[in-house]
């Protein structure tokens, strides 16, 4: 079972330890039976595993309902009970799962990045906080992006690299843009898979316009929470494991075993801030580390620049680390032009742990619309684009930063790098 992270001692956490602890035997004896359940049935573990920790419920007629469909709301519910998410926000919405959507909302679970006219990343919700929006059913494509987001920006998971995902998913090459890196990462992690040759589905096809029903949200659920209950796949493989080095320890791989609560608490002060507003607002957090560059010349020799960028001070001793690490590097990477801490939005620039390089080499791309951020990228051409296997991208995986490079659910950050697993 992966570790879940706390913000204190609950009841879920002591069921879970409870249930590593009890034998299998002991667990079934436990079990809560249902009249439209039958014994054997492919979700039966599922299901049980979720009513003891008390995810889910029956209904009082003495049913389950496997094949009824889930709500955004109910989902939502599952998806922040199991992840041990809070909100200290009232929601303005009186919506039975409004709270849950708050939960959600300020822990980035429901957060798709665009760029508006100007460049500036903006941050819009994958459905709003309204009575119509939280009754609506959830879609499987909507599972998998709070899945996805569960996974990277809450456990910080290593991402998954896939081989020849559009011969593996049937329907890749046809599905929503916005959800095509979702579903991939969800589907490669064995948490949602794809259907059987049944109901006209093809077989290997995710179908993310279908709704979910109960038994297909236990299992979802029951997978995210215990590693070993995932499905293999054999086309995909997690990315390269990144381990702290000697005796000093970044903060990017500290966050990752970190509860929320005291993610907070380090970067902000407060456990109920989010992202600093301002400079202002970010005060002292925030300072100036000079680093060594390469600076590429016109006759195309290359010269040593000293540059300053603005990060938390958490991260600051980690920057300098991984900037001398590609000084370094036979590469001599040259640096043009680099961004650090911003307030324009509530990512990770706003925490003063996300660093831009080179942007008008290393575009952000939004899938949907095929809007960009800079004009390139051109790896292995142009001397300022980063490559997936260069020493940028090595140097600040060593010390557990991902990049952007690797994709989201709504689009792709060349020049991007963060203290996220996944670069978000």
Not at 221 to 241: H, M, N, P, T, Y
């Amino acid at each position: 079972m992966r570790r879940i992270k706390t913000i204190k001692i609950s009841a879920l956490v002591l069921a879970l330890a409870i249930i590593l602890q009890l034998p299998a035997a002991a667990l079934a004896g436990s079990s809560t039976k249902f009249s439209d359940v039958p014994s054997g049935a492919w979700y039966e573990d599922y299901m049980q595993k979720l009513l003891w920790l008390e995810i889910i419920k029956g209904y009082p007629d003495g049913t389950f309902k496997p094949e009824a469909r889930v709500t955004r709301g109910e989902f939502l519910k599952m998806i922040t009970i199991a992840a041990e998410l809070y909100t200290v926000t009232k929601p303005k919405e009186k919506h039975w799962a409004a709270e849950y959507w708050q939960m959600a909302y300020e822990n980035e679970l429901l957060s798709i990045q665009t760029a508006d006219a100007r460049g500036n990343m903006v941050v819009t919700t994958l459905f709003p906080c309204t009575k119509a929006a939280l009754d609506t059913y959830i879609t499987r494509y909507e599972m998998a992006f709070l899945i996805y987001n569960t996974i990277y920006n809450i456990y910080c998971e290593n991402m998954m690299v896939l081989m020849d995902a559009e011969k593996n998913i049937t329907d890749y090459e046809t599905m929503d843009k916005n959800f095509r890196n979702v579903v991939a990462q969800t589907y490669a992690k064995g948490i949602i898979t794809g259907y059987g040759n049944s109901e006209g589905i093809k077989d290997g096809a995710f179908a993310g316009d279908r709704t979910m029903t109960r038994a297909e949200a236990c299992a979802a659920i029951v997978r995210l929470l215990w590693g070993s209950e995932r499905k293999k796949v054999d086309f995909a493989k997690e990315s390269e494991q990144t381990k702290p080095i000697g005796d000093f320890v970044s903060f990017a791989f500290k966050y990752r075993n970190m509860s929320v609560q005291e993610r907070r608490l380090a970067l902000f002060g407060n456990a109920n801030k989010t992202h600093f507003t301002s400079a202002k607002d970010a005060g002292s957090y925030i300072v100036p580390v000079e680093i060594r560059t390469w600076w590429l010349n016109g006759d195309g020799t290359k010269t040593t620049k000293y540059r300053t960028v603005y990060v938390h001070k958490l991260v600051a001793q980690e920057v300098k680390l991984i900037f001398e690490e590609i000084y370094n590097d036979p590469e001599r990477f040259p640096i043009k032009d680099i961004g650090g801490a911003r307030y324009s939005d509530a990512l990770r620039h706003s925490w003063g742990c996300a660093i831009d390089i080179n942007p008008n080499e290393n575009y952000y791309l939004q899938y949907a619309t095929g809007y960009k951020v800079g004009t390139l990228w051109e790896p292995g051409v142009n001397p300022y684009s980063i490559t997936s296997n260069g020493s940028v991208v090595r140097a600040f995986a060593k010390y557990g930063w991902g990049w952007g490079g690797q994709g989201w659910s709504s689009g792709v950050d060349y020049m991007h790098f963060s203290i996220l697993s996944s670069g978000g």
